[in-house]
């Protein structure tokens, strides 16, 4: 597996994801970019999917063995700083059940530079819980 490759089409296809998030759905771009998006989570999970379902799969057994897998593209943010970068928030990622935070709101984030899964609960906790 390229790492570089893997987290290049990571930052593209969240950038895409920004993008259509700025527009409304009058603007006369949006159904491009939507479709734009769709193509690039396509061949993103084309190109990455195995692996990266693979990866979810342990971190899912370690972490949250109770929450099913979803396709990589679900665990992506909405956007990413000028750096290229994730503000973490607490509403971001895929919602599971993380067995050391019982009872608590906990999610899986998939985020570039460099590629890793963030678990985030509540305001306060952000664990890196796989690097590439």
């Not at 790492?3 to 006369?28: C, F, H, W």
């Not at 799969?57 to 290229?84: F, K, N, S």
């Not at 570039?112 to 678990?119: F, G, V």
Request: with cysteine; glycine share 4%.
């Amino acid at each position: 597996m390229n790492i570089q490759e893997l987290n290049t089409a990571l930052v593209t296809l969240i950038r895409k994801k920004q993008e259509l998030g700025q527009l409304s759905y009058n603007d006369a771009r949006y159904d491009d970019v939507e479709e734009e998006l769709h193509d690039l989570e396509d061949e993103f999970n084309d190109n990455f999917g195995e692996y990266l379902e693979e990866v979810l799969g342990d971190v899912h057994e370690r972490i949250c063995p109770d929450t099913d897998v979803l396709l990589p593209t679900a665990y992506l943010p909405e956007a990413l700083d000028a750096q290229g970068q994730v503000d973490l928030t607490n509403k971001q990622g895929v919602w599971v059940e993380a067995d050391a935070y019982p009872n608590k709101e906990a999610r899986l984030l998939l985020v570039p530079n460099p590629t890793r899964l963030i678990l985030s609960v509540g305001k306060n906790v952000r664990e890196e819980v796989w690097k590439a």
